[in-house]
């Protein structure tokens, strides 16, 4: 076969193949929109003059309400509340007193400990007399220093202070 030919044989085939696919794809488009079902019908569109008329309109429904920001207060106390400084749905800011616990309880806590450290320092009074003046008397007997006698008299002094 020479070249010319088979060129041509090809040029041929090539053209035939595309022509048919051409053919083909042009071809199924047409039959799908036939086939596609058609819309509700067209609504008909009326003009009217323009005028001017109260519109009362009313809507009854029920709706719940939900705020924009919401925030949990948690107390560092317990107790029982004895005021509320705010009112539902009024703005508050950091630092504003929300609710008043009653006192009583932390006062009655506050003025326990106040007397036990009283009863302590009470003791350790005592205690500093007794250490001072047995160590006074075995000093006198040359059984303890002049240290520990004056170590005894500064802890008495101070327990006496405060």
Known sequence: MRP?????????????TGGGAYA???????????????GPPPVPVVADAVRAAMCRSTCAASATVQAYNTDTIRTQVQGQITQVAFKEGQAVHA????????????QAQLDQAIANRERDEGRKLVNAQANLQRDSQLMARGYATPQTVDLDKAIRVSSALR
């Open 95 to 106: 630092g504003d007193l929300l609710a008043q616990i009653d006192p009583r309880p932390f």
């Open 24 to 38: 083909l794809s042009s071809a199924q488009p047409a039959k799908q929109a036939v086939s596609a079902p058609s």
């Open 4 to 16: 010319r030919t088979l060129l041509a044989g090809l040029l041929l085939t090539a053209a035939l």
